[in-house]
């Protein structure tokens, strides 16, 4: 920019700064910069006259030298030495060497006004030219210090000056204040042509590289497009930025930037895609420049290739075109080429590259029948010749903007896409869609509409249109939706039903029946050119023409294409041709298209097959597959499915395979399984699943292994007052454990804790409890069945206390029994008289029954003692008359069929190996070899009774000892959290106390 002193790099795709440099601390202006790509450099000189050197990455400074004695103007870099030229108002250039740290090793002296750009040779890097505004334009060669001549005919200075790149041609063009430019001829040093039609100084000239076009900037805020043979002004721009200061192009591309005193723009000439055709034998013509060359594929032989390399093809010169070929397209039979450009179009033959037709025209298109073509003249008229011969003319409803070839004769306007019946002209349909390219099948029954960001495939039922009179849009039946592509096609061909494309994205993708497919992730941009049946490849090529092939599974295509025409014979007789790895990719085009039974049978992916075996319900496929690639995720998906089917044998087996324990415990209380209970309650602690082992045993009504489990995990609280109110017999064993657990981080805590064998008058219903344990032995050790539901006390309406003194004070005098006896202190041992009872307590148990009901049978509860509401399962329902599938995998036993009233007495968790548990050996519960430490010794002697001088603190100890234990919590059971709550003793006054009334201890 010349009114500023920051040199700014900017992105021109996301139009955004990259990279500011400040060049120049008092705001001198930069007037000319240049990249040097191969050293990450950034050259910009100023009107400082000081060359400064960046690294465009880093953002260092690499150099920064005095190059001039007044405002440099313009920097040319060598493309290949280590050189640059600077041109100033010192009216002197300069060479410089970077490789010798920025030494100047030549200057050229001889202009006698500003140098206002040098530029080098692409032809002969040896040799450069320079503007100056002292009207001349000098050429020199390096090495020499006169210029070799001097070219004289502007009437003012020169600013600006260009090289032809072409090899054709040896001209130069000028730009001078003459408000002209002028080609040159450098070989002849004369003036060839003078362009005329700029209105101010003309500030910037150069000759497009791939395009046949000379480009001029101006002052007047114009710039002009020249053809570059006939010299013709082509088109005229002007986007209000006020005054053009320069032009330059992308190499390698069709993008032109052009700055302004108001910004810069970037502009696209003509199309990126290449002037390039192949016809159905592998032939391929294309355009370089105005040269028409040939290859041919098949001269490659068998020699073998990766997809996606370039092809080393041997190029053959078949002459030049007298039009810039914009366009090359063969006709369907590969007879013909057309080249279209320049507003006309000439038919050649494709082997010999003889002129066989020509004539004006905006666009060309080919028919299905290779004898017919289209052209359109203008935006109204559109011709059809048949055999070079003209046979319609006329002007279609809508106005014309583009036309598309294929089986119908496709015209676009502003209303959308119609088409037209070749020979007769006559409407077909008329669909409001903007398309950019049109893609028939071969077969003409196929349609591919490509849009800015879509493509639309349809199906064109010819039979729909004879016959019938069209409406004003047509014939609606004439075409049916069949595909839909969410991507911009930028290229594309038909295979069959299968129609390959180029996306945005330089994505080589296919589209069949609604499933598409990447075949490859393009490099760089190519162009679809063909597909040649007999290879199984298809042909790509980019703008450098460069040509690679990919190899396409044809019986993949060919069996996909039977589907989608429903041709199942065919499809089964292509089905062994395709390769054991493109199966699944079969299965997954048959399962989208409903086939799922069909997909199942062709796929070899095991993951695949058993996806579908579960939408299919095929339980037996399914299991097999599990057993054989064992997961524990398909084991779920296989259990849920087996649930839903109500398949309860099959749902077991896998969730047992998914070690699925809560699913277990679901599923063997919903069916009252006990056996099943049981081995999962083994399984479950074998497993580290304490909480569901817990609850099994619960719902067992195996309270021992209850408190076992709370033992081994360390739950010493939670066993101890379940042990109160489940088996007060264990409390003084467990309450051991829990002194010595938390003996080891609160000791006083720990001897606050009461033990019922040494502080009996703290439990004073503790022998009652004892009898009521024994009493509700044998109905914790039978489950009621689920029927008999209705005739089973609830467990929170019993008063099992009440009801065992009842008992007993109906029964005659009995001793104690050996756990009563067991629970005595010595001293009250030796008071007891020696006796022979007349009825042992045992023996009273076993005859409580009896006394109870005069013998008949009593109600058993599924649980005794649940503060929670009982479990009841449901009562397992006949079993339903369904084959079960015939499983692949071992043997797992399966339960009989029970009765309503019995309990189940096999188990199906029973594992294929070993079984992983082992049954107690005893109930009485002991704890862990490893986790016991020892008790504290027991009293010796029991405690004396007390006495008025020791009241208070007698009370005082039985208080806190009371309050301890009861305010020990537990997070399972609600009833001994009503227990406890009772006995909280916060707010006695142990004055208040009477210690002879032992039945404040209640």
């Known amino acids: 920019a010349v009114v500023s002193a920051l040199c700014t790099g900017w992105n021109y795709e996301t139009q955004s700064i990259v990279k500011t440099i400040e060049a120049t601390s008092n705001d001198l202006p930069i007037r000319t910069a240049r990249f040097i790509e191969r050293k990450s450099w950034v050259v910009c000189g100023s009107d400082d006259m000081v060359i400064r050197v960046y690294n465009y990455n880093t953002m260092d400074k690499v150099h920064s030298f005095e190059a001039h004695a007044d405002y440099i103007r313009c920097i040319s870099v060598h493309p290949t030495q280590s050189f640059i030229l600077t041109s100033s108002d010192d009216m002197m250039i300069k060479l410089w060497d970077w490789n010798k740290n920025w030494t100047c090793t030549q200057t050229f002296e001889g202009h006698t006004h500003y140098v206002m750009q040098v530029v080098f040779n692409p032809k002969d890097t040896n040799t450069f030219a320079s503007a100056s505004l002292d009207k001349t334009i000098r ?144 032939k391929i013509i294309w355009a370089k420049h105005s040269e028409i060359q040939q290859a041919n594929v098949k001269a490659l032989g068998d020699s073998p290739l990766k997809d996606g390399e370039i092809l080393p093809l041997a190029v053959k010169d078949l002459g030049s075109c007298e039009i810039f070929p914009q366009t090359l397209v063969h006709n369907p039979n590969g007879r013909f080429v057309v080249v279209c450009g320049d507003g006309e179009y000439i038919i050649y033959t494709a082997l010999a590259w003889r002129n066989k037709s020509f004539g004006t025209a905006e666009e060309f298109v080919w028919s299905a029948d290779s004898s017919m073509y289209a052209i359109r003249e203008g935006n109204s008229r559109v011709k059809i010749f048949k055999n070079f011969k003209e046979v319609q003319d006329f002007k279609p409803d809508y106005g014309v903007d583009g036309i598309y070839g294929g089986q119908l004769l496709g015209v676009k306007s502003g209303s959308g896409l119609t088409f037209y019946n070749w020979e007769t002209t006559s409407l077909v349909r008329r669909i409001e869609v903007a398309p950019q390219q049109v893609y028939w099948s071969d077969n003409g029954e196929l349609v591919c509409i490509a849009t800015e960001d879509e493509a639309f495939m349809l199906r064109y039922n010819a039979d729909r249109v004879e016959g019938t009179a069209p409406d004003e849009d047509g014939f609606e039946e004439a075409f049916d939706v069949v595909g839909e592509v969410a991507d911009k096609v930028m290229t594309g061909v038909w295979v069959g039903d299968c129609f390959i494309y180029t996306n945005s994205e330089n994505r080589l993708n296919y589209h069949v029946g609604g499933e598409i497919v990447t075949i490859s992730h393009l490099d760089r941009t190519q162009y679809i050119l063909g597909y040649i049946a007999k290879d199984s490849k298809l042909y790509l090529g980019d703008k450098d023409l460069n040509v690679t092939s990919f190899a396409l599974k044809t019986a993949v295509l060919e069996y996909q294409t039977a589907v989608m025409r429903q041709d199942f014979e065919a499809a089964d007789q292509i089905l062994p041709n395709i390769d054991e790895e493109h199966r699944t990719r079969v299965a997954q085009f048959l399962e989208k298209q409903g086939f799922k039974e069909q997909a199942m049978a062709v796929s070899v992916d095991p993951a695949h097959k058993f996806e579908l075996a579960l939408q299919l319900n095929d339980f037996a496929t399914a299991y097999g597959l599990a057993v054989e690639h064992s997961s524990e995720q398909r084991w779920k998906q296989l259990s849920d499915l087996a649930l839903r089917s109500s398949d309860f044998n099959l749902a077991k087996k896998c969730m047992y395979n998914a070690k699925d324990y809560s699913g277990l415990l679901l599923l063997a209380s919903s069916l009252g399984d006990a056996a099943s209970m049981e081995q999962l309650a083994e399984l479950a602690h074998s497993a580290g699943k304490e909480n569901i082992a817990f609850t099994a045993y619960m719902m067992l009504n195996n309270i021992p292994k209850c408190l076992q489990l709370l033992i081994e995990t360390e739950r010493y609280p939670e066993a101890a007052i379940m042990a109160k109110t489940y088996m007060p017999s264990e409390v003084s064993k467990i309450l051991k454990l829990w002194q010595a657990d938390l003996s080891k981080t609160n000791e006083k805590a720990a001897e606050a804790l009461a033990d019922p064998l040494q502080y009996d008058n703290l439990f004073p219903e503790l022998q009652l409890a004892l009898k009521a344990e024994k009493l509700l032995e044998k109905e914790r050790s039978t489950l009621q069945p689920a029927g008999n539901y209705p005739a089973v006390a609830p467990n929170w309406e019993r008063d099992v206390l009440a009801e065992t003194e009842e008992l007993l004070a109906s029964l005659p005098e009995v001793v104690a029994s050996p756990k009563e006896d067991e629970m005595l202190t010595a001293e009250e041992k030796e008071e007891q008289p020696v006796s022979e009872p007349e009825t042992k307590e045992e023996d009273l148990f076993e005859k409580v029954p009896e006394v109870l009901g005069g013998g008949a049978p009593v109600p058993e509860p599924l649980i005794a003692f649940d503060p929670e509401p009982p479990f009841l399962p449901a009562e397992p329902l006949a079993p339903q008359a369904v084959p079960e599938p015939e499983l692949a995998a071992p043997d797992i036993p399966e339960p009989p069929l029970q009765e309503v009233s019995e309990p189940p007495t096999e188990s199906l968790f029973e594992p294929p190996t070993e079984s992983l548990f082992e049954p107690p050996s005893e109930e009485v519960i002991e704890p862990p070899a490893e986790k016991v430490t020892e008790p504290p010794a027991p009293v010796e002697e029991a405690p004396e009774p007390a006495t008025e001088e020791t009241s208070e603190e007698v009370a005082e100890e039985a208080s806190e000892k009371r309050d301890l234990f009861g305010n020990s919590s537990t997070d399972f059971l609600d009833d001994m959290d009503r227990e406890i709550s009772e006995l909280n003793l916060d707010d006695i006054n142990v004055d208040d106390l009477d210690l002879d009334d032992e039945s404040m201890f209640d």
């Open 139 to 282: 050429v020199w060669q390096l090495g020499s210090t006169q210029p070799n001549f001097t070219l004289v005919g502007h009437e003012k200075g020169v600013n600006c000056l260009d090289y032809y790149r072409g090899a054709d041609k040896p001209y130069l063009i000028s730009g001078a204040d003459d408000f002209v430019a002028k080609i040159w001829d450098y070989q002849n040093k004369s003036c060839v042509q003078t362009l005329v039609g700029h209105t101010q100084n003309v500030t910037s000239v150069c000759f497009h590289a791939d395009m046949p076009i000379i480009i001029t900037g101006s002052e007047d805020g114009t710039i002009r497009l020249w053809h570059v043979n006939t010299y013709r002004l082509e088109f005229t721009l002007n986007y209000g930025f006020e005054r053009v200061w320069c032009v330059a192009q992308l190499p390698g591309s069709n993008t032109l930037s052009i700055g302004y005193d108001e910004g810069a723009i970037m502009i696209k000439l003509g199309r990126e895609q290449p002037a390039i055709t192949m016809d159905n034998s592998g």
